[in-house]
């Protein structure tokens, strides 16, 4: 071993100790005869001492930033001592070195306001993980990682793993696929996630399951996504949704404790997938804070039935209102007094592409009673008043809406929301509040193909009360414009998902396990008897003997890690992330491969 | 929840609790008005009771084989208890049933001792995963998992993820590869090792890394090799090989201790790869039996010597000794009085295509004193003797004698040995013999192409004594003929074998962390330095910034826990393997893809 202490753990309680240390020099400070170095390795970072004997050696082999740098030497006090290093009452009084390897000057300073930009940071992702900001993210994951298999196997779940090149059966997202040489003209495909393995494990018997384990998806990378991913993925057998709404929070409570230590006790909400959308705007509301969505008109079916005709808006002649399909409020607290500036900005804002309505309206909620709005000469002051309560305002809010085409202005609302609870410093990166959204629709409607599509996947359960009206209608949509009206749009499915902080953290259902509504449920998403065998058959065939009621849930642990890290970005609890184009820029892969390669696949580039 | 307790839980003390059970029907026995069904779940066998008043339902509602059931009942003492079942001193009078699901007949019984076929149990691996035979082994192989966890946890390891979808870089096995469809006419390589990734964590300072992770290697598949698998994959900073031996018999030994309770107390053996040659004919020698090879004459070099050059048996006349490169022997105890049938059936076996000799003379060491040969002809009783003695026999052995090129009688001399172990009964299931094999030559001599190869890997280190001469020696060969002239043939890697039981369990090495020496090895294999920079630039760029000395191991997970259980092969241990042509054939894969995701690859079929 070339040290025997690390640089994180020596102390008052060491003096007089001689220690050997390794690691890295972080700053060289000469003052006269003397050189202070700070010596950093994964546990902290310790004060060296060089004395005046020892100048000529230094002067011979001089230390850089980054060197490896192994010491021999003695612990004693310091006289000036640094409250903010746990090792800061002491340094080392060094007697020998040896310079391990040197380094070249690193291309950005490793520090935790580094000069280094992320595409350079990137590049140098060996030098970027050096960094503290970068090293918390990842021991971050390791303590989730850890504290997850630690409950995991308290109840009883095994990890099993699951094979990594199965078959292609493209459904929703688009497989990465790998050619087999020993099978010419046949490809592997990566798993998009071990659903149906780990449904098989249940049939098999194993009762409970979990891996924390990659999952790949070639979709075309926004912000924020990766192509390979990880996903911390449980299931059990003899359970119903409540089982597993409680077993799973409890998980994340324990990840809470044993990673934050947030003794997360108060019940976690539940909430409707509709009243979700209703009140929210979304299926993964941030409920940190309040300003919920006042459905002054809306297109949206909630219980089946149009709830917002628009009575307090109708017929004042302001044709905006009249002709939206959908007009929404939210009242943003304590801002009434914005400038015209504000509202302009707020305006701007929405007007963007990104969001892209056509304008904001707003009512001024004014201290003094009186309201104050960009649509006065359509709205006496008692119409604004009832308008602005309709949304919850209090005076002093800023009441804001947005009208147009029912999806898209709730989206926009949604989004507003989001940016005016930012903006009010109302989310929190210290709260955290966990949501199930719940009872979500089975099916969607593809408009482009007529047909119905699963929401979740094609394994998810209906509701028990609604697998009669699945399996007695017929899933064709006659007239494409009553889809709405057809049975299967009002099937709500036995599926979860986990929100936090309003990021879906993980989600999951419980599953068909009858071979009948199995196939009924891959006709009803327009797959042929012959198609659903060729690429489910296997899991036909498990249903066939003898498969227990099961269930489970994904969770997406890289971003869980990011938000429990404090951080919007996966990226950075990656250790090894692929950038916006799928690529890895310090290996500079995807790359070439060789012609030999090519001739022993049997495949050859086609390029457009 | 569909229980209120497992199948394997309920005991004497819980006579008259109510339950809820839930599983699978084992068997079912009628015995006139009364039936007996046996419920299995993961956890055990629970024996039901129906009575009378159940009689009628039961017809309605036959039970079959397989049938997922729940039942409500009383606990109570059996009257016949069955001592080898954890729940046989009680059954459970049914109150209630409900059949969750039906099973049809399976396609092989449930059984330990089942009638399927290796294929039928392969298409059905759902079902054969239901036997106590292959869950036990899926158990076990969980067990290992935790077990290493915990050890690596406790001693500061770290599980940090590395990417699968890399960049290729051929060196030994093939890659499995993965077009890119962002990147068109580029590929991703899968990994066969996180090799370049712990390394370059090292020099991010990460310190001690693990992880169980799957590796890919598109090879022709042996028995008993898959092309995915699984290691436990180690990596340490600022050690040298002694840390590395230490802090991993300690994790083998936990394992024991945790899987199989074994106190594993005993020095671990270490043996250089030369002696491991010399005394086994192999570089993983099972040790839980001696019969050691007698070198009678040799072409092997052993500390750059010739050491036998066949003093006792050459010149006697007997040509095929004369004549042979090699000559070995081995003393199999308590065979003297083997049949002529029995010697010719051991002849028979080393002519066997697999073993190649083209005969096998005997000894045979009398227990009266005598001795008797199959080349009496050439050789008198005390020339007989002196050989016998060579070769360790003592009076009632067999000494058996292999001649021929030295690799191929080495070779065959070690299967001979391992397979008169076997005959013997010297090769118990329950003995665990670990070895460390030290000092492997650096290079290997590859014919075809006149180069080294990287016996190891390319990352691995010569012993620091030999560095030098790798330095300052030029890798070109310029006599084929010569080539153990060569320096470079008698460099010794800093590399490691951990052996259980005659399989190689574990393998690494300390690495190179220096640029010129990392790029003087990649130009001993006969890399230019544009395709080192091309392939490996990123790893030589890392080793400009301060890279720490490092070294690591990685565990053959798969055979590891084969050998645990008491196996030799790997595929009982994994729960989805694939057969010997890479395929899956539960899944039926790989398969065909989709025009579609042809042309978005943009690649096509090259069939030849």
């Known amino acids: 071993m070339y040290r025997s202490k690390t640089c994180g753990e020596l102390s008052i309680r060491d003096i007089n100790q001689e220690v050997t240390l390794a690691g890295w020099v972080q700053t060289v400070r000469k003052f006269g005869a003397i050189t202070f170095v700070d010596l950093r390795d994964r546990y902290g970072i310790t004060q060296l001492l060089f004395g005046e004997n020892l100048n000529t050696l230094l002067d011979e082999q001089p230390l850089g930033r980054e060197f490896v740098l192994q010491i021999k030497g003695l612990v004693q006090e310091r006289s000036n001592k640094n409250p903010n290093l746990s090792t800061g009452d002491i340094e080392i009084q060094v007697t020998a070195f040896t310079i391990l390897n040197k380094s070249a000057v690193p291309p950005f300073t490793i520090q935790d306001d580094t000069d280094g930009g992320d595409d350079l940071r990137m590049k140098y992702r060996y030098l970027d993980l050096r960094r503290n900001a970068v090293k918390r993210n990842i021991e971050l994951r390791y303590a989730v990682n850890r504290s997850a298999r630690n409950y995991l196997h308290e109840h009883q779940f095994m990890d099993i793993e699951t094979p990594f090149l199965i078959k292609s059966t493209p459904e929703g997202a688009r497989d990465f696929v790998v050619p087999s040489r020993m099978n010419p003209g046949q490809f592997y495909a990566l798993p998009q996630s071990p659903q149906t393995f780990k449904q098989l494990l249940m049939v098999s018997g194993y009762d409970r399951y979990y891996q924390i384990v990659k999952c790949f998806r070639d979709e075309d990378l ?71 969505i006042a459905n002054l008109k809306s297109a949206f079916r909630k219980g089946g039935a149009l709830l917002a005709q628009g009575e307090l808006i109708n017929g004042a002649g302001f044709g905006v209102f009249d002709n939206a399909e959908t007009v929404l409020a939210i009242a943003a607290p304590g801002c009434s007094e914005y400038t015209r500036k504000q509202t302009d900005e707020l305006t701007e804002w929405v007007k963007r592409p990104q ?33 602005a309560e309709a949304a919850g305002a209090k005076a002093g809010d800023l009441v804001l809406i947005l009208a147009g085409r029912e999806e898209r202005t709730r989206k926009a609302t949604s989004e507003l929301r989001l940016e005016m609870g930012r903006r009010l410093g109302l989310r929190r ?180």
């Open 222 to 292: 926004r912000a924020d996504r990766q192509p390979e991913f990880t996903q911390i993925d449980c299931e059990m057998s003899f359970v119903e949704q409540e089982d597993i709404l409680h077993m799973f929070e409890g998980l994340v409570k324990r990840i809470f404790k044993d990673v934050r230590n947030i003794d997360y006790t108060e019940t976690i909400t539940r909430m409707t997938w509709e009243d979700a959308m209703w009140q929210y705007g979304n299926d993964k509301p941030d409920i940190r804070f309040g300003m919920q």
């Open 355 to 387: 969001i892209g309505m056509q304008g904001l309206v707003y009512i001024k909620c004014n201290t003094d009673g009186s309201f104050k709005s960009s649509v006065d000469k359509f709205y006496a002051e008692d119409k604004l008043k009832a308008i």
């Open 429 to 608: 990166e210290d709260e955290f509040k966990l949501l199930w959204v719940l009872d979500f629709p089975l099916f969607e409607y593809a408009e482009e193909e007529n047909r119905w599509v699963a929401r979740h996947h094609p394994f998810t359960s209906p509701k028990p009360d609604h697998i009669e009206v699945m399996i007695n209608n017929n899933p064709v949509i006659e007239n494409a414009d009553l889809y709405l009206e057809h049975p299967y749009a009002h099937i709500k499915a036995n599926a979860y998902d986990m929100v936090l902080n309003g990021n879906e953290i993980g989600g999951g259902s419980i599953r068909i396990y009858q071979r009948e509504l199995q196939e009924k449920m891959f006709a009803a998403l327009g797959m042929s008897p012959e198609e659903a065998l060729h690429k489910f058959g296997f899991l036909l065939g498990a249903f066939e003997y003898g498969a227990p009621p099961h269930g489970g849930i994904a969770f997406g642990f890289d971003r869980l890690c990011a938000i429990l890290g404090g951080s919007e970005s996966i990226r950075d609890f990656i250790a090894f992330p692929k950038n916006n184009s799928g690529r890895d820029v310090m290996l500079d892969a995807p790359s070439s491969i060789d012609d030999k390669q090519f001739t022993e696949l049997q495949i050859k580039l086609d390029l457009q």
